[in-house]
């Protein structure tokens, strides 16, 4: 059986559900897919190889819904405040449906900074590009929209960073973010 870069990716994730970032092995992933360890490998060269890319895939889950509220048309305002919404509603998730995975994705994470950074950028990349649009019809006053941009994921950090998970689901966080966000745009407002 031929296995697709996708199943194997889907079924990684399973084993590390299983068994956790320290234990799962390569052949756990052949073995669950019924294919030998070889049929892997010819997707992903090493175990670190896959656990990139298991870390790139799930990173990149946020990517398309983002992108598509950085580049919607309409005012900067509110869409930069959809964009940070839906951002910290898909942390939330992830953190609170699958705590488990959630905690091995967190040691994959540790693992690849090179995916991480990447990642980051790219957020902060869809958040310069709703600045610049709000700069360009004369909502926002920034000289910079890159430079706000990286200000706005640092004074957001709370909201989306994992290792402020624990807050996520704690009362009155909701208020807190609603309170970040009219200040982050009281403050962008030409």
């Excluded at 990139?52 to 305002?77: F, I, K, N």
Aim: glycine share 8%.
């Amino acid at each position: 059986m031929c296995e697709t870069p996708a199943r194997i990716l889907e079924t990684t994730e399973d084993v590390l559900r299983r068994f956790g970032p320290a234990k799962a092995t390569v052949v756990d992933v052949a073995r669950a897919l019924g294919v030998s360890h070889g049929s892997v490998y010819r997707h992903f060269g090493s175990k670190a190889a896959l656990r990139e890319a298991v870390t790139q895939r799930w990173l990149d889950q946020s990517h398309t819904t983002l992108s598509a509220v950085a580049d919607a048309e309409g005012p900067a305002g509110p869409r930069l405040r959809e964009w940070l919404a839906a951002l910290f509603a898909a942390k939330r998730r992830k953190a609170g449906d699958d705590p488990e995975l959630f905690a091995t994705y967190m040691v994959l994470v540790g693992e690849n900074s090179g995916v991480v950074e990447r990642h980051v950028e790219t957020m902060i990349g869809q958040l310069a590009r709703i600045v610049a649009s709000g700069v360009r019809d004369g909502e926002f006053t920034a000289p910079d929209p890159a430079a706000t941009a990286r200000a706005l994921w640092d004074a957001t950090n709370r909201f989306h960073d994992p290792a402020y998970a624990a807050e996520w689901s704690r009362p009155g966080i909701d208020e807190a973010f609603a309170t970040v966000c009219d200040l982050v745009l009281r403050g962008l407002r030409a």
